[in-house]
Nanobody, 120 residues
Framework: QVQLVDSGGGLVQAGGSLRLSCAAS????????MGWYRQAPGKQRELVAV???????SYGDSVKGRFTVFRDNSKNMVYLQMNSLKPEDTAVYYC??????????????WGQGTQVTVSS
């Protein structure tokens, strides 16, 4: 059974930093594309970052240059380092596993979400 457990959210002032963590189990982590989505109140879920099997990362336009996604395959962990946070980054952040990445049928698996609130 696939399980993704998110943690690390909290309340931070604008300009501050947070690091989110995601522990994965029930999968062969090293062969899975992982990433993060977020959803703010009243808005659609938005792609934040993706990291491929070989560590290549890509980001949503709104977080480029501020957020960094990285993974530790030895620990089955993926992380999101968020710097220079803005109030508009306030959202629930979800660790994501992309099954079938690069094909026409991608299945998403989600963590339970962790709340990030950035005060102005």
């Amino acid at each position: 059974q696939v399980q993704l457990v998110d943690s690390g959210g909290g309340l931070v002032q604008a300009g501050g930093s947070l690091r989110l963590s995601c522990a994965a189990s029930g999968i062969i982590f090293s062969i899975n594309v992982m990433g993060w989505y977020r959803q703010a109140p009243g808005k659609q879920r938005e792609l934040v970052a993706v990291i491929t099997i070989d560590g290549r990362a890509s980001y949503g336009d709104s977080v480029k240059g501020r957020f960094t996604v990285f993974r530790d395959n030895s620990k089955n962990m993926v992380y999101l380092q968020m710097n220079s946070l803005k109030p508009e980054d306030t959202a629930v952040y979800y660790c994501t596993r992309f099954e079938g990445w690069g094909t026409e049928e991608v299945t998403f698996y989600w963590g339970q979400g962790t709340q990030v609130t950035v005060s102005s």
